[in-house]
């Protein structure tokens, strides 16, 4: 069955930097797009950044510049590298995968990444 384990967050302050992991399972993952999405308190899950399968990425504006995702298709692991953080980045991020001919999104547990001093 599909699997997606994120892992990685944690406490850090202002100006830090974190990476991400998502390992995933039970699909090929190297043709499928894939994406970062956090959730903070009281706020609805928005999409952090994206990646296509061949390699091609998009970002939110908020984290265009300190944030980069990326992917290793031979150890089926995506990974968000997050560098100057700001207390707003402050959220449980999660990654996400759609699959199948009648689309399903996949999600992970998520994974706390706080940003404070």
């Known amino acids: 069955q599909v699997q997606l384990v994120e892992s990685g967050g944690g406490l850090v302050q202002p100006g830090g930097s974190l990476r991400l992991s998502c390992a995933a399972s039970g699909f090929t993952f190297s043709n499928y797009d894939m994406n970062w999405y956090r959730q903070a308190p009281g706020k609805e899950r928005e999409l952090v950044a994206a990646?296509?399968?061949?390699?091609?990425?998009n970002y939110a504006d908020s984290v265009k510049g300190r944030f980069t995702i990326s992917r290793d298709n031979a150890k089926s692991t995506l990974y968000l590298q997050m560098n100057s953080l700001k207390p707003e980045d402050t959220a449980v991020y999660y990654c996400?995968?759609?699959?199948?001919?009648?689309?399903?999104?996949?999600w992970g547990q998520g994974t706390q990444v706080t940003v404070s001093s």
């Open positions: 990646i296509s399968s061949g390699g091609r990425t």
């Open positions: 996400k995968v759609r699959l199948g001919v009648y689309p399903r999104d996949y």
